[in-house]
C-alpha cells in the first residue's frame, strides 16, 4: 500500500510569490492534515480537511489556505510568501475509526514533506 | 488554550543508558495521545499510541508509554537505548477535537 505522497519535494520561492503544495493520501483514508514544522516550534497545524470539508483550522493567516478533492488528494496554497513562511510542509492523512467510547481512533500517518525556502 | 509541553529540547545518552522523555498536556476531557518519531532525512513515523484501556502502551522498538491522567502526561520511556534510536521525538495530543497538537520535540542524541 502506498504511503502518503508530497510533492514537490523541494521548492524555492521569492517573497511575494504564491505557491501550492499538493498531498496524495493512503488509498481510503478520507481525512487529510496539514502541518507547518521549523526548528524548535515543533508541528503547527494548519488545516484538516475530511470529505472534501474543512474541519477544524490552526492559527494560520488567511493567506494558508487549502482543498481537498472528491478523490481526497488535498492541496495547499500559500499566497504572497513571506521570508518565514520557509519551513517543512508537511501532510498526513488518516482513516477515521470510531472507538467504543465515541473519540475516534484516528491514526494519522505523515508524508516526507515539501521543503519550502523562501528568498 | 490546549497544549503540549516536552521539557526535554535536547538529550543526549551514551548507549544503554534508559531513556525517558517528558510530555504533559492540558486538557481536561478525553484524550488520543501519540509519540511520533523523525529519523534524520525521513519522516515522522507512529511510534506508540494510547486511545483507552491499559495506560501502559508498548511501541515498536522496545518503546513504552505510561498515561497518567492525574498527571496530564504521557512520558515516553526505553530502558537500553541503542545509536539508531538517534532521531527528534514528538508527543502529540488529538483532545476530542479532529486536530492533533503536537509538542515542540525532543532531539535524542545517543552516543556509540
Known amino acids: 500500500k502506498a504511503g502518503v505522497t508530497q510533492t514537490p519535494r523541494y521548492l524555492i520561492k521569492t517573497r511575494g510569490q504564491q505557491v501550492t503544495l499538493s498531498c496524495s493520501p493512503i488509498s481510503g483514508h478520507r481525512s487529510v492534515s496539514w502541518y507547518q514544522q521549523t526548528p524548535g516550534q515543533g508541528l503547527q497545524f494548519l488545516f484538516e480537511?475530511?470529505?472534501?470539508?474543512?474541519?477544524n483550522k490552526g492559527n494560520f493567516p488567511g493567506r494558508f489556505s487549502g482543498r481537498q478533492f472528491s478523490n481526497s488528494r488535498s492541496e495547499m496554497n500559500v499566497s504572497t510568501l513571506e521570508l518565514g513562511d520557509s519551513a517543512l510542509y508537511l501532510c498526513?492523512?488518516?482513516?477515521?475509526?470510531?472507538?467504543?467510547?465515541?473519540?475516534?481512533?484516528?491514526?494519522?500517518?505523515f508524508g516526507a514533506g515539501t521543503r519550502l525556502s523562501v528568498l | 488554550a490546549q497544549s503540549v509541553s516536552q521539557h526535554n529540547h535536547h538529550v543526549i545518552l551514551s548507549e544503554a543508558a534508559s531513556l525517558e522523555l517528558g510530555c504533559n498536556y492540558s486538557y481536561g476531557g478525553t484524550v488520543n495521545l501519540f509519540w511520533y518519531v523523525q529519523y534524520p532525512g525521513q519522516h515522522l513515523q507512529l511510534l506508540l499510541k494510547y486511545f483507552s484501556g491499559d495506560p501502559l502502551v508498548k511501541g515498536i522498538k522496545g518503546f513504552e508509554a505510561e498515561f497518567i491522567k492525574s498527571k496530564f502526561s504521557f512520558n515516553l520511556r526505553k530502558p537500553s537505548v541503542q545509536w539508531s534510536d538517534t532521531a527528534e521525538y514528538f508527543c502529540?495530543?488529538?483532545?476530542?477535537?479532529?486536530?492533533?497538537?503536537f509538542g515542540t520535540g525532543t532531539r535524542l542524541k545517543v552516543l556509540a
Open positions: 502529540a495530543v488529538r483532545p476530542g477535537t479532529y486536530k492533533y497538537i
Open positions: 480537511y475530511f470529505s472534501e470539508t474543512q474541519r
Open positions: 498526513a492523512s488518516s482513516l477515521e475509526v470510531t472507538g467504543p467510547i465515541g473519540l475516534a481512533k484516528n491514526i494519522q500517518y
